[in-house]
């Protein structure tokens, strides 16, 4: 049961994420959920009874699963974080779970205003958009997805709560992906930036809306039934054998090319846009796991006697110390 | 005290400039007496810094096995310009200069009652060898020589160790004797050799080793099965990371696929490791994170997290002179009251306190097993002296036999068979509740979370549901008390006055004892192994009149400690505290429990 505000966006999200792991089929025990602190971490409550939750400390979600999928790479990760908790708090720890390429999808519930500590400007909030007092915001926003693609991320999308045919299908390459998937999605706050002047409206988000790249999911075996424009779609297989199919709603945008994207993200943001979908894919990349060489067999159940080198090689190991 | 230099029982004190390839001459220095079979024990001197500042390398030679700092400089190779009148000064009395003689001291560089042997060190090198880094580096070996003919070193030792560090460079073998043969051929030809206290060969250091803590705690690390590592680099805890990927390298690497069974994360801060430490060990993996004072503060944090929530996790605190930044390359003993309560709101954690490497190496797998038996953070408190300098140790076993202790953990067929899990309930009366291991089972499934929870593990802001949780964890604390390591004694009824110490300072209340014991002053003395405080320390306490509470830090912590978990009175614990950065030595704890003896005889 949620406890957050009626209408709250970042229902909508969980409500996508459930529906996402029932339609691809993830054992829920197999799922782990975890967040950090403020409105936003609280929704792993609220769905997926049956997976293991972390709701760890503030802006610490990234060390937490970056220790758990080294011990045991073969579940599902999935983060649930906002924006302060993300680009505030959280900021050195996000950018470093971009940079180790961690294998999780990374869901921020970017609403500009800090909920739960009652209207609190966030780092998201746009230069100019007005808190509900009235007040300004001075300070220019960080945009997650221009700084996964700085800092050579392999996964950025950008999504509303309020387009759940964009979003499901995103949290479904997200999870198929094999790296750091972010997805910030825009999740307005009801409460304290659902007003006039608020550039995290409903109102606002839905007038400036601009989808770019629309990402369907396909499963591994399954056929690309859809049928496309010739030179507007194209396929991305993933590792296990499924396939995102980007279709591009913007002609000119390719969630390809690493500098073009963030050069026409920029532009959007300039524009007082919302570019929205999956903005950049890069299914090359290896994740943590791959850089340090870990085994199948996951660390938290490997048996002792492949660990421990035993008593002979102890003795052998001494004399240099001698 | 003994005051005066013996056979087998001196210190040699090398003052350098870090940067200069001394390490490994005074290294050899050090294994030539270990070899030759006389106990020994190095304590490195060095700065914050890479090069070019000054740096200081002791060896006691103790016969009889002494493991503290001798307080005392019998000979000292001043090869340090710079810090030449400081070193001039600590020269005991009848002792030994040595210098380099290619510039003639000044003459106020002078003392009556000591003797000073100039070798022209850089004169020789730079005629034998050619280019200007080994004319610098041979210098350094060429004291070792010198050192060797003065102090009669075994040539033969010497040699084997050269050919054994250098088993694949021959020419440098050559080069490093050659060096040594300078040193000792100068001062046999010009110098009364050997001096009136020698190095006789004995058979006191068979079936040991040198090793420093640093490395004996990584060796603990890999044996207890510890499968993830996160950290951030600080001095002085950096070895312990180095060594463990050093022997996973070796011992971890699957022969057939190649693949590492270990995780070595290197982490953006000390905040991140923590937090990494803590999902895996939520996850089931054996994990820890070795750092220091400043890295324990930034910890906090997780370490609250850890110790409300039950998740097992090792950290190693191997500690330096605080507070802030403090002196990163000096020991101290000062991390024990913040590590004790780390972290906002009631906590308490248990901590361990390794005296030597030795324990280092047992203890490191002992806090795996207490972690996983406690479902909590356990912190292992080394300190600078034990991690980075090389003690003498009785040769490590193993126990082939030994299976980590993963505590109360079910697994699928227990979870199978249950109707219902829940995660804080303490079914055992131990105050100890189940965990489940995340990907397991289904009904394994439960929300771990910093809030407040109840005992089922749901979100709670129920006053009573509340309590019961925090209770329990008290609770637990007292289970604790039948796990942690018991504590070390020396007790004989017919001494009323005690001596608490714990960690490095072991070695000096040993010796202090037995100083004190020839003086007529009879002393029982107590090892604190493990917070909580066992019922032996209690015990301890309330048999002796004065206690003296021994520890390396300026605000007696250990003494605070026992103050608020006892029923001690204030009026008997007596705290004797040495804090300068500099390992203490016996002299400090001699001269004041003797003064007081006197003192209370007097009265």
Redesign the interface.
């Given at each position: 049961m949620s406890t957050l505000c009626a209408g709250c966006g970042h229902d909508s999200v969980t409500g996508a994420l459930v529906q996402a792991a029932f339609e691809l089929d993830i054992?829920?025990?197999?799922m782990?959920k975890l967040s950090g602190i403020g409105c936003s971490s609280k929704t792993?409550?609220y769905f997926l009874?049956?997976?293991?939750?972390?709701?760890?400390?503030h802006g610490?979600m990234?060390?937490?699963?970056?220790?758990?999928?080294?011990?045991?790479g073969?579940?599902s990760y999935v983060g649930v974080s906002g924006d302060g908790d993300t680009l505030s708090i959280g900021m050195?720890?996000f950018?470093?779970a971009v940079r180790?390429n961690l294998n999780m999808l990374y869901i921020i519930e970017n609403n500009g205003v800090y909920g739960l500590t009652k209207g609190q400007f966030s780092a998201s909030a746009d230069l100019g958009s007005k808190a509900k007092k009235g007040d300004a915001n001075q300070q220019p926003p960080i945009d997650p997805c221009q700084v996964v693609l700085a800092l050579g991320g392999s996964f950025a999308a950008r999504s509303f709560s309020g387009d759940k045919q964009q979003l499901v299908p995103l949290i479904k390459a997200g999870l198929a992906h094999r790296g750091f998937a972010v997805i910030d999605v825009i999740s307005p706050c009801v409460t304290f930036n659902d007003h006039e002047g608020s550039t995290k409206s409903y109102k606002f988000t839905r007038d400036h809306y601009h989808p770019a790249i629309h990402a369907d999911y396909v499963p591994p075996s399954q056929e690309i039934l859809a049928e496309y424009d010739e030179g507007s779609a194209m396929p991305v297989e993933l590792h296990d054998g499924s396939k995102i199919v980007l279709r591009k709603i913007d002609e000119y945008y390719d969630p390809t090319d690493r500098s073009a994207a963030l050069t026409q993200i920029q532009q959007a943001q300039t524009d007082g846009e919302i570019i929205t979908g999956l903005l950049y894919i890069d299914e090359s990349k290896p994740e943590m796991q791959e850089i340090?060489?870990?085994?199948?067999v996951?660390?938290?159940?490997?048996s002792?006697e492949?660990?421990?080198?035993?008593?002979d090689?102890?003795?052998a190991?001494?004399d240099r110390?001698? | 005290m003994s005051t005066r230099p013996g056979n087998n029982d001196f210190t040699v004190k090398i003052a350098n400039v870090n940067g200069t390839g001394s390490a490994s001459a005074n290294a050899l220095l050090m294994k030539t007496f270990f070899r030759m079979g006389i106990p020994v024990v190095g304590k490195n001197y060095f700065p914050s810094n890479i090069q070019g500042l000054p740096t200081w390398y002791e060896i006691r030679v103790s016969g009889e096995g002494y493991l503290a700092r001798s307080g005392r400089v019998d000979v000292m190779v001043a090869m340090n310009a710079e810090t030449y009148q400081k070193d001039l000064e600590e020269v005991a009395p009848g002792g030994y200069l040595i210098y380099d003689s290619t510039w003639p001291r000044a003459k106020t560089l002078h003392r009556d009652d000591i003797s000073v042997i100039g070798i022209p060190l850089a004169k020789m090198c730079n005629e034998h060898f050619d280019t200007a880094r080994s004319r610098v580096l041979m210098k350094n070996v060429a004291y070792v020589g010198a050192i060797a003919g003065l102090l009669d070193l075994d040539l033969d030792v010497i040699r084997d160790s050269l050919r054994q560090t250098f088993a694949a460079k021959a020419h440098l073998a050559d080069a490093n004797q050659q060096a040594i043969e300078l040193g000792y051929n100068y001062v046999r030809e010009n110098y009364q050799c050997p001096l009136p206290f020698q190095a006789i060969a004995d058979n006191k250091t068979s079936d040991h080793v040198m090793i420093d803590g640093n490395t004996a705690t990584a060796l603990g690390c890999l044996y207890a099965g510890a499968t993830v590592g996160a950290w951030y680099p600080i001095t002085p805890s950096t070895s312990v990371m180095d060594a463990f990927k050093g022997f996973c390298e070796k011992y971890r690497v699957d022969p057939d696929t190649g693949e590492n069974n270990y995780a070595i994360i290197q982490a953006e801060d000390e905040l991140a490791a923590a937090g990494m430490v803590l999902g895996a060990g939520w996850s089931g993996a054996r994990a820890f994170t070795p750092t220091s004072g400043p890295g324990i503060s930034l910890m906090n944090e997780f370490l609250g997290y850890g110790y409300f929530t039950e998740i097992p996790a090792v950290f190693i605190d191997v500690q330096r002179c605080g507070p802030s930044t403090g002196m990163p390359t000096r020991t101290q003993q000062a991390d024990v009251m913040s590590c004790a309560y780390a972290s906002h709101g009631d906590t308490r954690h248990v901590l361990l306190f390794p005296a030597n490497p030795e324990e280092c190496f047992y203890m490191a797998v002992q806090a795996f097993d207490l972690a996983e038996q406690l479902q909590t953070p356990v912190i292992m408190l080394t300190d600078l002296d034990i991690g980075m300098n090389d003690w003498m140790a009785a040769d490590f076993k193993w126990d082939d036999a030994y299976k980590p202790s993963r505590g109360k953990v079910l697994g699928e067929k227990e979870l199978q068979e249950i109707e219902q899990f829940h995660r804080y309930l303490d079914s055992d009366g131990d105050a100890i509740p189940y965990r489940t291991l995340p990907g397991v089972h289904p009904k394994g499934a439960y929300f771990t979370r910093g809030s407040g929870h109840n005992m089922y593990g749901a979100y709670t802001e129920d006053a009573g549901e509340y309590q019961e949780i925090v209770d329990r964890l008290r609770r637990k604390w007292e289970t604790a008390k039948c796990y942690v390591p018991q504590v070390e004694q020396e007790y004989s009824e017919q001494y009323r006055t005690g001596i608490i110490a714990y960690g490095s300072s072991d070695g000096a209340v040993r010796e202090a004892r037995d100083q004190l014991h020839k003086a007529g002053v009879g002393t029982n003395y107590l090892r604190v192994k493990a917070f909580p405080f066992t019922d032996d320390v209690q015990e301890f306490l309330d048999a002796h009149d004065r206690i003296y509470v021994v520890e390396q830090n300026r605000d007696a912590q250990l003494h605070n400690l026992l103050l608020l978990e006892t029923r001690v009175s204030q009026e008997k614990l007596i705290p004797i505290l040495h804090y300068n950065g500099l390992p203490i030595n016996a002299a400090v704890i001699t001269d004041r429990i003797s003064q007081e003896v006197d003192k209370v005889v007097a009265a």
């Open positions: 054992p829920p025990h197999r782990a792993p409550a009874r049956q997976s293991h939750g972390f709701n760890s400390v610490r990234p060390s937490v699963a970056t220790g758990a999928n080294a011990a045991n073969s579940l050195g720890q950018t470093h180790r340090n060489r870990m085994p199948s996951p660390l938290a159940t490997m002792y492949k660990l421990c080198p035993g008593n090689k102890l003795q190991l001494q110390f001698r | -």
